[in-house]
C-alpha cells in the first residue's frame, strides 16, 4: 500500500481537480469519512492545510512541534471574561495527532436525548453500538499494558480507591504504549493510532489521494448547489491557488474552522445556527508534591478516571502537564516557578473536565477576522471548584504534602483542612487558569431546519451537496472525550452519502 500524499513541491503552479468526493480535513472526522466514501468504490480527494509528519519528526522540542502540528503555534484562545486557551491540530492527521488518545462512546442518556430530542433515530443506543464496535476495532482502542501506567496514574489511583470513589479504566487508541507522556507533540514510538496508522491506510489502499498545504478559503456553489471548493496554497510562495470540483464536498475542518469556512461562503444562514452552540469542555489543571517521586511526564496520559461524580458532570484524570507549560497552567512565576522546576520529578498533575451549560459563538468580525466567544457561566464555576477540592481529596488521600491549584486568589493547599477555605473562597472565572482540547457542536445535527445546520444525513439544509462530517455536528456536549463520537458519526455521514451517490450512479 502506497501513501499517495501529494505536497505542493511535487506539481507546479495552480491545482486543479475533479472527483466523485472532496473532504476537507484528515483528523479524526475527516480521515473516517475518507476512507468510509473510498472503500464504498468513490473518487476521493482530501484535502489537508497541514503537513504531512511522520514518527520519526516528532521530536521533545515543544516550541518547534507546536509550530509544526498546530493552527497558530497552539496559541489560540476563545475570547471572554476568562480566555480558554485550546489546541486545533493542523496536520495529516489532524488533532488525533496531538491527542491524549482517551476512547469513551458517548453516553447512552445523551445518545437518547438527541434521538428524541432532536429527531434523530439513528443515533439512538442500539443503532450507533455496531458503529462503535467498528470504531474501536478500527483504532485499536484498547487498555493499557500493565507496568506502562506510570506513577501519575498510580497515586490518582492510590487516591480515590482509599476514599471509596469509582474509577474507570480508559481505554486509548494506542497498540502498546511504553508510556513516554509526549502524546500533545506527536507520539514518539508510534504506539499511539492517530488516523495516520488507521482510517488514512484504509483510505489509499482504495485510491484515494491526499493533498497536503491546501488551505479552504470558499465553498464552489452552481445554481444553489455546492459543487466543489477553492482555496491557497498554503506555505508556498508564489500565490498558488488550488480548485476541487466534486459530485459532493465533505467538511471536516473542526468545529472552529467548519463554521468558518461556512460564513466565509455565505452558507447555512437560513437557520441562524452556524457557528452557535459551540461547547468546549472547558477544564482545571490540578497539580500535588509528594515526598516520594512521582515524575508525572513518565507513563500513560490517563489510564484512569475518577467517575464518582459523573452525574454532576465532573470528571477527574490524572494528565500530563509538560514542565515547559507549568507557568501557565498554575500562574507560577519567578522564585516559585523556579521552585517548581526543581521538585518536578515529585510532582503529579491531573485536571478536572465539567460537563459545560455554556453556549459559546464563531463568527466573523470585519476584514474576515475569526472571532470565538466562550463565557464560563457561574454554574460550571462552581463545578470547578469543586472538583478542584475533590482532586485535591485524591491527591492528599495519597499521600501529598502540597495541592497547587489553577485559581489565583487561592493557588495552594497546604492541608486537607485548607479543603473548606477553597470551597468558600468562590474563585472567579477570571482568576481561574482554563484549558480545553474538546470543541463542539457549531453546526449541529437537528431533524429540524431552524434547529441545526445539517440534516440527519449530515448535509446542509440549506446547501445541498455539501455534508460535514466532525465534532461541530455533535448535537450537544457529551461530557467525555470526543474522539470516538467523532468518528462515529462521521462514519454514519459518510456511508449515508456513499448510499446517496453510488444509488444516484447506478439509476
Known sequence: MSERVVSPSQYEGDLRLTCDVVVVGSGAG?????????????????????????????????????RTLMRNGGATATMGRAQVPYLEGKCVGGSTVINGGMCWRTPEKILHTWAQERGLPELAPDRLEPVFDEVERIIHARYQDAGSEGENNDVFREGATSLGWKLSKNKRNQVH????????????????????????????ANGGALY???????????????????????????????????????????????????????????????????????????AARFDRPVDSVRGAHQAWQCVEFERDGILMAPGLVPVAFRSVAFNDF??????????????????ILVDDHAAGRISLLPMGIPFVHYEVTEHDQARFVLGAARLAEIYFAAGAREVFLPFHAMP????????????????????????????????????????????????????????????????????????????????????????????????
Open 30 to 66: 475527516g480521515a473516517t469519512a475518507a476512507a468510509t466514501l473510498a472503500e464504498a468504490g468513490l473518487d476521493v480527494v482530501c484535502l489537508e492545510e497541514g503537513g504531512y509528519y511522520r514518527t520519526a519528526d516528532y521530536s521533545a522540542d515543544i516550541p518547534s512541534m507546536l
Open 177 to 204: 504504549c511504553v508510556g513516554s507522556n509526549d502524546c500533545v507533540t506527536g507520539c514518539p514510538s508510534g504506539a499511539k493510532q492517530s488516523t495516520i496508522f488507521t482510517w488514512l491506510p484504509r483510505f489509499w
Open 212 to 286: 497536503t498545504h491546501c488551505r479552504a478559503e470558499r465553498l464552489v456553489t452552481d445554481h444553489g448547489r455546492v459543487t466543489g471548493v477553492t482555496g491557497v496554497i498554503a506555505d508556498h510562495p508564489g500565490g498558488r491557488r488550488f480548485t476541487v470540483r466534486a459530485r459532493a464536498v465533505v467538511l471536516a475542518g473542526g468545529a472552529v474552522q467548519t463554521p468558518l469556512l461556512l460564513l466565509r461562503s455565505r452558507l447555512g444562514g437560513a437557520c441562524g445556527q452556524v457557528g452557535r452552540h459551540f461547547t468546549i469542555h472547558p477544564n482545571v489543571k490540578v
Open 334 to 351: 519567578g522564585p516559585r516557578l523556579a521552585q517548581r522546576m526543581r521538585d518536578h520529578g515529585h510532582v503529579a498533575t491531573g485536571g
Open 412 to 507: 495552594r493547599l497546604r492541608s486537607p483542612d485548607d479543603l473548606p477555605k477553597l470551597l468558600a473562597s468562590k474563585p472567579r472565572p477570571e482568576d481561574t487558569e482554563y484549558f480545553t482540547a474538546h470543541l463542539m457542536g457549531s453546526c449541529r445535527m437537528d431533524a429540524h431546519p431552524r434547529r441545526g445546520v445539517v440534516d440527519p444525513d449530515g448535509q446542509l439544509w440549506d446547501a445541498p451537496g455539501l455534508y460535514v462530517a466532525d465534532a461541530s455536528i455533535m448535537p450537544s456536549t457529551i461530557g467525555v472525550n470526543p474522539q470516538v463520537t467523532i468518528m462515529a458519526l462521521a462514519r454514519v455521514v459518510a456511508m449515508k452519502l456513499a448510499d446517496r451517490l453510488s444509488a444516484r450512479a447506478a439509476a
